[in-house]
């Protein structure tokens, strides 16, 4: 029952999921999991009893009961036309930071707490030193889907240069 996200190696992952209900008894080693619908867990719900232990504490659960109905002085009576209609605007900051150019790229070094990161030199509209981001800071899809494939043109000629010269 090990999932392990990309990127990361089998060793440190999770080693157990859950909790989960136990359904019923299947077999004499073999018990059938309660799995949530929609919880992402792609595995097989009947499981061997190796690898079920079981859960001896459950954190803080509310012991206060929850109520059913509320009585019509307790609601919290509102107009929803009197609600600001939702919109977003861009920030002070998306005016601040332009990309201009992507000038190259690079994969940073891993540590032992995080994993390898490609970053990218940008050349930012205003500023003079291009500065190294990670892609979750640029928002610049059309200059960096054509900075990816003019790259990947270079380095096919750089093969097809290298074959002819063979």
Same mark, same amino acid.
């Given at each position: 029952m090990e999932r392990v996200k990309p990127g990361l190696k089998k060793k440190l992952a999770?080693?157990?999921?859950?909790p989960f209900r136990v359904k019923r008894k299947i077999e004499e080693f073999a018990y059938e999991l309660e799995l949530p619908d929609k919880s992402g867990y792609r595995f097989y719900p009947?499981?061997?009893v190796?690898?079920?232990k079981k859960v001896?504490?459950?954190?803080?659960r509310p012991t206060v009961p929850l109520v059913d109905e509320?009585? /019509?002085n307790q609601r919290f009576d509102f107009d929803e036309e009197l609600l600001p209609e939702d919109s977003w605007e861009l920030g002070e900051d998306a005016e601040k930071f332009k990309v201009e150019a992507i000038l190259g790229d690079e994969m940073s070094e891993s540590t032992s707490n995080s994993r390898d990161q490609r970053l990218f030199k940008v050349k930012w509209v205003g500023y003079d030193e291009p500065?190294? /981001?990670?892609l979750a800071n640029l928002s610049c899809g059309g200059l960096l889907f054509d900075y990816l494939r003019n790259k990947k043109r270079e380095s096919r000629?750089?093969?097809v240069q290298v074959a002819d010269e063979d």
């Amino acid at each position: 029952m090990e999932r392990v996200k990309p990127g990361l190696k089998k060793k440190l992952a999770h080693r157990w999921h859950g909790p989960f209900r136990v359904k019923r008894k299947i077999e004499e080693f073999a018990y059938e999991l309660e799995l949530p619908d929609k919880s992402g867990y792609r595995f097989y719900p009947v499981v061997h009893v190796s690898r079920l232990k079981k859960v001896t504490d459950l954190g803080q659960r509310p012991t206060v009961p929850l109520v059913d109905e509320l009585s /019509e002085n307790q609601r919290f009576d509102f107009d929803e036309e009197l609600l600001p209609e939702d919109s977003w605007e861009l920030g002070e900051d998306a005016e601040k930071f332009k990309v201009e150019a992507i000038l190259g790229d690079e994969m940073s070094e891993s540590t032992s707490n995080s994993r390898d990161q490609r970053l990218f030199k940008v050349k930012w509209v205003g500023y003079d030193e291009p500065t190294w /981001e990670p892609l979750a800071n640029l928002s610049c899809g059309g200059l960096l889907f054509d900075y990816l494939r003019n790259k990947k043109r270079e380095s096919r000629l750089q093969m097809v240069q290298v074959a002819d010269e063979d």
